[in-house]
């Protein structure tokens, strides 16, 4: 069964823009993303949008979507009332290029400046077994499509663009917590790289990255608090200081 | 780049006004939120400072706002730790001992950071939704700083709930022998839920195994690390119920004591 309904989308680039209406065929089962295609397909042509999958594993398609920032592909047209108006904006925390397209670099930029993955320089293939308790904590953030939602919501950069310079996002900080986690990982400074040069200490953990994970990754629980709690070992808590000079050992 | 009071609204960025384009009831959450914890200090603050009505001498139940009890204004039978404390003038409250540690624990709270961060200070009030500061720093300068303190308070926590258990037992012990009255469940439900929200911190899931690189190698630690992350996706839920049930609890005793209505006795 189809249905006519009401559409805002936001069309302009950084020069300028605003919110324009539109009415378009929906069918049922669709999705948001279907029907931005059809609405490319049949009003307007020129409407540029970011999407690859439909399947809501490359991350392509983030959107906010009446307000709350969403895959466009994921968000099913049965969760709105059929008289409501459904409004599609690009991510606000990122430049515009155009229409619902964004540049997203700030992401890679940040991402780039973590240091690699570290295992043991004489570690040869074949020689270590990783048992599979020791691993799952870094494999949920695996899980991570960076369609960078997390990144668009979180309020320190969101609100407050000259922190985009200090702070590298709930994103990064996942993939912090990944390689620290890591049994392999020999790098003993990344709780220092977290808290100084990936601004661990801006995030007050209202865990609305969390909220919009497609993934359904535990960001805050699982990640940005174990590395606060990591930081706290190395720079509040003499006794694990004075316990590890005198134990000598690693965790 | 130009930035502005509210990020959104940097040049580069797409021209939107509007400080949300929500259209659900986003503010209802922090306005709950508010309510919720506003209820609570009031009613703690008026208890912790009344001095009476914290003690039924019949049932030996002390109400957990006024343990332990170590000061000379106690009366002798709830102070189960002995009185080496002097008079407390009115303006401090009787477990003075205890209290501070027990705010600071859950002030520093990383479930109560986010409620109050949201509700209270608006940073931000929902997510999406644009906050009212020019500037953010987030925990990185005092006094927010202090945050990180939250596993000493986790520690002091742990030694008041042991003392809150005490207290519990010590209840079944009535003056005429063992007894078993609805005060007694629930200050037994009340410590064990207390138990539950002090156990699922997540200081303490870090400190029972979350610091661990190498699962494998520890698990025992790899065990209690699973226990206590049970626990912990509860955090939350025992952070408002043993609000509830500290409140309940509290308010028992003081009915009971104030003898506004007697306990209902179950054996002796």
Same mark, same amino acid.
């Given at each position: 069964?189809?249905?006519?309904?009401?559409?805002?989308?936001?069309?302009?680039?950084?020069?300028?823009?605003?919110?324009?209406?539109?009415?378009?065929?929906?069918?049922?089962?669709?999705?948001?993303?279907?029907?931005?295609?059809?609405?490319?397909?049949?009003?307007?042509?020129?409407?540029?949008?970011?999407?690859?999958?439909?399947?809501?594993?490359?991350?392509?398609?983030?959107?906010?979507?009446?307000?709350?920032?969403?895959?466009?592909?994921?968000?099913?047209?049965?969760?709105?009332?059929?008289?409501?108006?459904?409004?599609?904006?690009?991510?606000?925390?990122?430049?515009?290029?155009?229409?619902?397209?964004?540049?997203?670099?700030?992401?890679?930029?940040?991402? $780039?400046?973590?240091?690699?993955?570290?295992?043991?320089?004489?570690?040869?293939?074949?020689?270590?077994?990783?048992?599979?308790?020791?691993?799952?904590?870094?494999?949920?953030?695996?899980?991570?499509?960076?369609?960078?939602?997390?990144?668009?919501?979180?309020?320190?950069?969101?609100?407050?663009?000259?922190?985009?310079?200090?702070?590298?996002?709930?994103?990064?900080?996942?993939?912090?917590?990944?390689?620290?986690?890591?049994?392999?990982?020999?790098?003993?400074?990344?709780?220092?790289?977290?808290?100084?040069?990936?601004?661990?200490?801006?995030?007050?953990?209202?865990?609305?990255?969390?909220?919009?994970?497609?993934?359904?990754?535990?960001?805050?629980?699982?990640?940005?608090?174990?590395?606060?709690?990591?930081?706290?070992?190395?720079?509040?808590?003499?006794?694990?200081?004075?316990?590890?000079?005198?134990? $000598? $050992?690693?965790? | 780049?130009?930035?502005?009071?509210?990020?959104?609204?940097?040049?580069?960025?797409?021209?939107?006004?509007?400080?949300?384009? +929500?259209?659900?009831?986003?503010?209802?959450?922090?306005?709950?939120?508010?309510?919720?914890?506003?209820?609570?200090?009031?009613?703690?603050?008026?208890?912790?400072?009344?001095?009476?009505?914290?003690?039924?001498?019949?049932?030996?139940?002390?109400?957990?706002?006024?343990?332990?009890?170590?000061?000379?204004?106690?009366?002798?039978?709830?102070?189960?730790?002995?009185?080496?404390?002097?008079?407390?003038?009115?303006?401090?409250?009787?477990?003075?001992?205890?209290?501070?540690?027990?705010?600071?624990?859950?002030?520093?709270?990383?479930?109560?950071?986010?409620?109050?961060?949201?509700?209270?200070?608006?940073?931000?009030?929902?997510?999406?939704?644009?906050?009212?500061?020019?500037?953010?720093?987030?925990?990185?300068?005092?006094?927010?700083?202090?945050?990180?303190?939250?596993?000493?308070?986790?520690?002091?926590?742990?030694?008041?709930?042991?003392?809150?258990?005490?207290?519990?037992?010590?209840?079944?012990?009535?003056?005429?022998?063992?007894?078993?009255?609805?005060?007694?469940?629930?200050?037994?439900?009340?410590?064990?839920?207390?138990?539950?929200?002090?156990?699922?911190?997540?200081?303490?899931?870090?400190?029972?195994?979350?610091?661990?690189?190498?699962?494998?190698?520890?698990?025992?630690?790899?065990?209690?690390?699973?226990?206590?992350?049970?626990?912990?996706? +509860?955090?939350?839920?025992?952070?408002?119920?043993?609000?509830?049930?500290?409140?309940?609890?509290?308010?028992?005793?003081?009915?009971?004591?104030?003898?506004?209505?007697?306990?209902? +006795?179950?054996?002796?």
């Amino acid at each position: 069964m189809s249905t006519m309904r009401d559409f805002r989308i936001w069309r302009g680039d950084e020069t300028g823009g605003a919110l324009v209406d539109y009415q378009v065929e929906v069918n049922e089962g669709e999705v948001v993303l279907d029907v931005i295609h059809r609405l490319q397909a049949t009003q307007a042509p020129d409407l540029a949008v970011r999407w690859n999958c439909k399947a809501g594993k490359c991350g392509s398609c983030s959107a906010e979507i009446n307000g709350k920032p969403r895959l466009m592909c994921m968000t099913r047209m049965s969760v709105f009332a059929p008289d409501e108006t459904v409004t599609v904006t690009p991510l606000r925390t990122f430049p515009v290029i155009r229409d619902l397209v964004t540049d997203v670099s700030y992401n890679y930029e940040k991402a $780039r400046q973590i240091p690699a993955f570290a295992p043991p320089p004489d570690l040869r293939p074949g020689e270590y077994r990783m048992m599979q308790v020791d691993v799952e904590r870094s494999q949920e953030f695996r899980k991570c499509i960076e369609c960078f939602l997390c990144q668009n919501t979180c309020h320190v950069t969101r609100d407050h663009e000259e922190n985009k310079r200090v702070f590298a996002g709930p994103r990064l900080f996942i993939r912090a917590a990944e390689l620290d986690m890591h049994p392999l990982d020999t790098r003993k400074d990344r709780k220092e790289f977290a808290q100084a040069e990936q601004g661990l200490g801006y995030c007050n953990i209202t865990k609305c990255c969390t909220e919009v994970c497609p993934e359904h990754i535990k960001i805050t629980d699982n990640g940005i608090i174990p590395m606060k709690e990591r930081v706290v070992d190395r720079r509040y808590d003499p006794l694990v200081w004075l316990g590890s000079k005198i134990f $000598r $050992r690693r965790s | 780049m130009t930035t502005t009071a509210t990020g959104t609204e940097v040049r580069s960025r797409a021209k939107i006004t509007a400080r949300t384009l +929500r259209t659900d009831r986003w503010w209802l959450a922090p306005l709950l939120t508010v309510l919720g914890l506003l209820a609570f200090v009031v009613y703690a603050t008026i208890r912790a400072f009344m001095g009476r009505y914290y003690w039924v001498d019949d049932y030996h139940y002390l109400t957990p706002f006024y343990s332990p009890c170590m000061s000379q204004s106690c009366i002798p039978e709830a102070a189960h730790f002995g009185r080496p404390l002097p008079e407390f003038p009115g303006f401090i409250p009787l477990a003075v001992i205890s209290l501070p540690f027990l705010l600071a624990f859950r002030l520093t709270c990383y479930y109560y950071r986010r409620a109050y961060y949201r509700s209270f200070w608006l940073s931000p009030p929902a997510c999406a939704v644009a906050e009212p500061h020019a500037k953010y720093t987030g925990e990185t300068r005092f006094p927010l700083v202090l945050q990180n303190f939250h596993r000493y308070f986790f520690y002091a926590a742990l030694i008041i709930s042991l003392i809150n258990t005490y207290d519990a037992l010590l209840a079944f012990n009535t003056a005429d022998g063992f007894g078993i009255g609805l005060g007694n469940l629930i200050l037994l439900g009340n410590v064990l839920l207390l138990w539950a929200y002090t156990l699922s911190c997540h200081s303490c899931r870090h400190i029972v195994g979350g610091r661990l690189r190498h699962f494998s190698r520890h698990p025992v630690r790899y065990w209690a690390w699973t226990q206590v992350s049970k626990l912990n996706a +509860r955090h939350m839920q025992f952070a408002w119920i043993t609000l509830g049930t500290l409140v309940l609890t509290d308010a028992y005793v003081m009915a009971v004591s104030a003898e506004w209505f007697s306990d209902l +006795r179950f054996y002796n």
